[in-house]
């Protein structure tokens, strides 16, 4: 079975600091995402990556930016955080595009206060 | 561009009753679907997907077959359990559109004793 994993199920932060999520993919898949999720706006890709260093912004990459150092692992980071940064962060990989399934971690959800 | 759109819940249903949960799509290419499931507290679990036009997805029950003159992929199950209570995504990934997915906003299904 795929398994993805994210570093922390639960995370408080301080408005202004530095965040880390951290996410890995033990299927060697090429892909990975990460979502945010909030009530009512469903599922908003943050940025995704299709190979070790490369990235694309996705739909709301304001106020974050990514690495990807080596293939199974994924991190995002919230350069100084924000009270609307508060969220469901989600972490997905899939073996390509097109017909292959995403497969999620079970989430970070972070407060900013 | 492309869209996924869902019946808004909440769906609220007895035991043993019928279900079916409305999707809709707009692509430009030969999208493939999807469905996934959010059980409270978790990340999203692929339910079941179709590739192209006319195939039926199934699991756990759960059906939908992809229809590509009505651009729908309706999720339906014969007789639903508590268990099923759950938040339902409905989604596309269009090769023509690189590795993202769009997902629906989601539809929250309770099942009641």
């Known amino acids: 079975d795929v398994k993805v994993t994210q570093s922390s199920r639960y995370l408080v932060k301080r408005t202004g600091e530095k965040v880390f999520l951290e996410c890995v993919q033990d299927?060697?898949?090429?892909?990975m995402f990460w979502y945010r999720q909030d009530p009512g706006l469903g599922l908003r890709l943050i940025y995704f990556?299709?190979?070790?260093?490369?990235?694309e912004k996705g739909d709301i990459p304001e106020g974050y930016s990514v690495s990807r150092e080596k293939k199974e692992r994924f991190s995002l980071i919230l350069e100084s955080a924000s009270t609307n940064q508060t969220s469901m962060y989600l972490c997905?990989?899939?073996?390509?595009?097109?017909?292959?399934?995403?497969?999620f971690g079970p989430g970070t959800r972070l407060t900013v206060t | 561009g492309n869209s996924v759109t869902q019946m808004e819940g909440p769906v609220t249903l007895s035991e043993e009753a019928f279900l079916t949960i409305n999707c809709t799509y707009t692509a430009t290419g030969y999208p493939s679907l999807f469905w996934y499931v959010q059980y409270p507290g978790e990340g999203l679990q692929l339910l079941l997907k179709?590739?192209?036009?006319?195939d039926k997805g199934s699991n756990k029950g759960f059906e939908a077959t992809y229809r590509k003159e009505t651009t729908s992929f309706h999720l339906e199950k014969g007789s639903v359990q508590v268990s099923d209570s759950a938040v339902y995504f409905c989604a596309l990934s269009d090769r023509g559109q690189g590795f993202s997915f769009i997902f629906g906003k989601g539809t929250r299904l309770l099942v009641k004793p």
């Open positions: 299927m060697d898949h090429e892909n």
């Open positions: 997905a990989s899939s073996a390509g595009g097109g017909t292959y399934e995403q497969y």
């Open positions: 179709a590739t192209k036009a006319d």
């Open positions: 990556s299709y190979d070790v260093k490369m990235k």
